[in-house]
């Protein structure tokens, strides 16, 4: 439990150091907002400095890859997400109304905005853009999400799986994760426009514990970093891909009930997944003590 201790501390306060810092030199418009990413480095940093202090690592099968979960990881949480929110936001918006470049103009060409660096394309040059977009995106996001992952899966969720059993842990993990990016909701490093910070933490906060049950759940299934980081960064890239695409045609408070219908439907299936799954710890695969280093 020390060690645990350790590293929820070690982690919520690298957090919070990251988010003063930004929030100290202009929040969302601060000259350092691009250090944004490192964020997702920190719990990893905390699992070195906890193994430095205890030797305690974290615990991961390098060579799991159940190739059958690959759909679930990277399509479960975007396909909820869409499935629920582009109809709540047509609904609200009389209709979904794509950004005026994704129309074709008399030439036939799709002329894309100079920021994207596109050019004009053809109907199969804009789609093979928008398709390598989301692959590059993909890549990069759950990379960075490999060093989240580390920290919540790979080393939190086991040991609290063999102190409280396996769905309370991933309950317990979620909601440790969760709260663990309040502090990035109030410094701007998280935002959406026009939202207050305080409004943004409680839903992000809701969001990501729902969240958190279904990559919990997929650790459990799988006990593979691999599948579960690419589930990760298929929710933070992909989780709300067309929208990026739309107009802003909502008001903020309306956007709010459109990420939270969205979020309570991803809750759903994770307290579902959670439902049919053993309460105890899967077997180890990587061949280590319940309570030792990896």
Same mark, same amino acid.
């Given at each position: 439990?020390?060690a645990?201790?350790?590293?929820?501390?070690?982690?919520?306060?690298?957090?919070?150091?990251?988010?003063?810092?930004?929030?100290?030199?202009?929040?969302?418009?601060?000259?350092?907002?691009g250090?944004?990413?490192?964020s997702?480095?920190?719990?990893?940093?905390?699992?070195?400095?906890?193994?430095?202090?205890?030797?305690?690592?974290?615990?991961?099968?390098?060579?799991?890859?159940?190739?059958?979960?690959?759909?679930?990881?990277?399509?479960?949480?975007?396909?909820i997400?869409?499935?629920?929110?582009?109809?709540?936001?047509?609904?609200?918006?009389?209709?979904?109304?794509?950004?005026?470049?994704?129309?074709?103009q008399p030439?036939?060409?799709?002329?894309?905005?100079?920021?994207?660096?596109?050019?004009?394309?053809?109907?199969?040059?804009?789609?093979?853009?928008? &398709?390598?977009?989301?692959?590059?995106?993909?890549?990069?996001?759950?990379?960075?999400?490999?060093?989240?992952?580390?920290?919540?899966?790979a080393?939190?969720?086991?040991?609290?799986?063999?102190r409280?059993?396996?769905?309370p842990?991933?309950?317990?993990?979620?909601?440790?994760w969760?709260?663990w990016h309040?502090?990035?909701?109030?410094?701007?490093?998280?935002?959406?426009?026009?939202?207050?910070?305080?409004?943004? &933490?409680?839903?992000?906060?809701?969001?990501?514990?729902?969240?958190?049950?279904?990559?919990?759940?997929?650790?459990?299934?799988?006990?593979?970093?691999?599948?579960?980081?690419?589930?990760?960064?298929?929710?933070n890239?992909?989780?709300?891909?067309?929208?990026?695409y739309?107009?802003?045609?909502?008001?903020?408070d309306?956007?709010?009930?459109?990420l939270?219908?969205g979020?309570?439907?991803?809750?759903?299936?994770?307290?579902?997944?959670?439902?049919?799954?053993?309460?105890?710890a899967?077997?180890?695969?990587?061949?280590k003590?319940?309570?030792?280093?990896?």
């Amino acid at each position: 439990m020390k060690a645990i201790a350790a590293f929820i501390a070690i982690a919520y306060a690298l957090a919070i150091a990251l988010s003063l810092f930004i929030g100290l030199t202009g929040g969302v418009h601060s000259r350092f907002i691009g250090w944004a990413y490192t964020s997702m480095l920190l719990p990893a940093i905390a699992v070195w400095l906890v193994y430095l202090m205890t030797k305690e690592g974290p615990r991961i099968c390098w060579e799991c890859f159940p190739l059958r979960y690959l759909p679930v990881a990277l399509f479960l949480m975007p396909g909820i997400l869409h499935a629920v929110m582009l109809p709540l936001m047509a609904s609200f918006a009389g209709g979904l109304h794509w950004q005026d470049w994704l129309t074709p103009q008399p030439d036939g060409l799709y002329h894309t905005p100079a920021l994207r660096g596109w050019g004009a394309l053809t109907t199969a040059g804009l789609i093979s853009h928008i &398709a390598l977009n989301a692959v590059a995106g993909l890549a990069i996001i759950s990379f960075l999400a490999f060093f989240e992952e580390i920290g919540w899966r790979a080393w939190l969720l086991p040991r609290l799986t063999d102190r409280m059993g396996a769905r309370p842990a991933v309950v317990a993990t979620a909601v440790i994760w969760a709260l663990w990016h309040v502090p990035f909701d109030l410094s701007g490093i998280l935002h959406i426009e026009g939202v207050a910070p305080a409004k943004l &933490a409680l839903m992000l906060a809701f969001g990501t514990t729902s969240a958190g049950l279904i990559l919990g759940w997929l650790w459990l299934r799988t006990e593979s970093i691999w599948l579960v980081s690419l589930a990760h960064g298929a929710l933070n890239n992909w989780g709300q891909y067309a929208f990026k695409y739309l107009k802003q045609s909502v008001a903020s408070d309306r956007e709010l009930i459109v990420l939270a219908a969205g979020s309570s439907a991803v809750l759903i299936a994770g307290v579902l997944l959670l439902s049919i799954s053993q309460n105890r710890a899967p077997q180890r695969k990587y061949g280590k003590p319940a309570n030792g280093p990896a």
